[in-house]
């Protein structure tokens, strides 16, 4: 009985720091949306449909669902911690210092390509169903649907954690630093407007998605795969065409018309 109750006891613990970070990420994203930038927000909004309070109580109730795993799968993390299979350390010593730089970037693109190929493999006829549907109700998503999942989905994305962890010494503030971008860049990706500048898809920064890019997928299902890069998605042929023209529109404001989101064309 004991043992039983620790294991409550830190997965309740490793609950409470995922819920803290998701209503942190998509409280601070909504604030931004409805009041903080409402004027210019509103303007540059990606849908003419807007979610109701029925949809953001859906994406609530599922991504309690989705921490709940999160939690399991943080006490299996822990156990391979505690069996030495888990490499994070404390000292930033412990590792020469070109290792501390480059390990969250490493982190990050190994993260997206992760995510391109498990979440193009959840869009599979055969798969989309069980895994990948509870997020795909989300026709006009929210900040709260970052993690809407299915307990499918949520294990396909929470088990990134340990593997990573297994494969690579990490300092645990470059982990940390990793969590906490993984679900502010989540709840931006999904905010249905857009943050980012008319010139993004015409300069350097192009190579990284855009608020536009992930709600076209929302839209359109098929396409646009990719979370923090754009790379994928051109390598492999399924960015939707006329992406850039997409985002042109919605920040001059022209998705106000009704048959602006029905120009996408299909990915290739």
Not at 175 to 183: A, E, G, Q, T, Y
Not at 208 to 227: E, S, V
Request: aromatic share 18%; hydrophobic share 45%; with cysteine.
């Amino acid at each position: 009985m004991e043992f039983l109750w620790e294991m409550a006891q830190s997965w309740a613990e490793h609950f409470q720091r995922d819920l803290f970070r998701y209503l942190l990420a998509a409280t601070a994203v909504s604030l931004s949306v409805s009041w903080l930038f409402r004027g210019w927000m509103n303007r540059r909004r990606l849908q003419k449909r807007r979610a109701t309070w029925r949809d953001v109580r859906r994406e609530v109730g599922f991504s309690m669902l989705t921490l709940g795993v999160f939690a399991t799968i943080g006490i299996v993390t822990e156990t391979l911690r505690d069996w030495g299979l888990v490499q994070i350390y404390w000292q930033w010593t412990d590792y020469p210092l070109w290792w501390n730089l480059a390990s969250l970037p490493v982190v990050i693109l190994l993260h997206d390509a992760y995510f391109y190929w498990v979440h193009r493999g959840m869009h599979h006829p055969k798969l989309f169903r069980h895994f990948h549907r509870v997020h795909h109700l989300s026709r006009t998503p929210t900040p709260w649907a970052a993690y809407s999942f299915s307990v499918g989905e949520g294990f396909l994305m929470a088990i990134f954690s340990p593997l990573i962890l297994m494969l690579l010494p990490l300092h645990l503030l470059i982990w940390l630093s990793f969590i906490f971008v993984m679900i502010f860049r989540n709840a931006m990706l999904h905010a249905g407007c857009e943050f980012h500048p008319r010139g993004w898809v015409d300069g350097p920064l192009d190579f990284m998605t855009t608020t536009t890019h992930h709600d076209l997928h929302h839209q359109r299902f098929r396409g646009n795969y990719g979370f923090y890069f754009t790379w994928w998605d051109r390598w492999m042929g399924t960015e939707f065409k006329n992406y850039k023209v997409m985002f042109r529109q919605a920040v001059d404001g022209e998705f106000s018309d009704e048959t602006a989101p029905a120009k996408v064309q299909a990915a290739t």
